[in-house]
């Protein structure tokens, strides 16, 4: 059985201060059933990691370099990552590709980095409005999962959760139906069963876009979605609290 999983991706918001309130906020609420993951921006990731040693909440980052080392300023690579405490990695999140460029060949590139560095790789796909309304979604996530099939191993597969965001949902309110989100996130899974049976059964596939406490549940629900990658929900400890608890 695939165990749910909520992770929180605090994107470029907090400080030590908020950092401290929030990860105690989620420890005052005792054991959750289901796996707890929180991404906080670079610089509070050591402390992350300190404030919840001991618990079984993990720690992640947001990004990483889609190279090992060397001289590439600003970038922090997945060994790096790794030697903080992080234990899971976002990659190839919807505003890494549209502000920044991200490509499929990148996304694989920081995959396989963030396999041999020992984390688990995070990785995001899903359309915009625009594709959407065309009725090509599932071609959309169908190429931005081809190199990931293709290219890795039954192994590394093993240390990859995949999660479905709908760019038109990603911090606008608007939110897929419990439906919408099933029907993508079933035709994700048929993707990973044409390339193994086995992959398709034990890899996780989230869902990120506007999900909250109130409709957690419902989305939780559904057959083939396994948890949420969480965005503005996750700054408030209660609210993030009612999802896990959903």
């Known amino acids: 059985m695939r165990r749910i999983l909520v992770a929180g991706n605090w994107k470029m918001n907090a400080s030590s201060a908020d950092t401290k309130a929030l990860l105690n906020g989620l420890l005052d609420a005792g054991n ?25 909440i993990r720690v992640g980052a947001q990004n990483c370099s889609d190279q090992r080392s060397g001289a590439f300023t600003g970038e922090v690579s997945t060994e790096m990552l790794a030697d903080c405490g992080a234990e899971l990695v976002i990659i190839g999140h919807s505003e890494r590709r549209a502000l920044y460029g991200e490509t499929d060949e990148v996304v694989l590139s920081k995959t396989r ?46 240390n990859v959760v995949v999660a479905y965001e709908p760019v038109w949902a ?9 439906e919408q989100a099933q029907a993508i996130h079933a ?11 086995n992959i398709a059964e034990e890899t996780r596939i989230l869902y990120g876009g506007s999900v909250k406490s109130a409709n ?21 400890a209660a609210e993030f609290i009612g999802i896990c608890r959903a």
Request: charged residues 20%.
């Open 113 to 158: 980095l963030a396999i041999d560095a020992g984390l688990v790789a995070v990785v995001c796909v899903g359309e915009t409005l625009e594709e959407r309304k065309a009725g090509r979604e599932e071609t959309v996530v169908a190429a931005q999962l081809t190199l990931l099939l293709s290219e890795l191993t039954d192994a590394d597969w093993k």
């Open 216 to 236: 957690a549940a419902d989305l939780f629900s559904q057959t083939d979605i396994d948890g949420g990658l969480v965005g503005g929900a996750s700054l408030d």
């Open 170 to 178: 990603i911090g606008t309110g608007e939110t897929a139906s419990p």
């Open 32 to 56: 959750l059933s289901c796996d707890v993951a929180v991404f906080p921006p670079f610089p509070y990731l050591t402390q992350a990691v300190s404030e919840l040693n001991g618990s079984a």
């Open 187 to 197: 035709y994700i899974r048929t993707l990973l069963a044409e390339r193994s049976a």
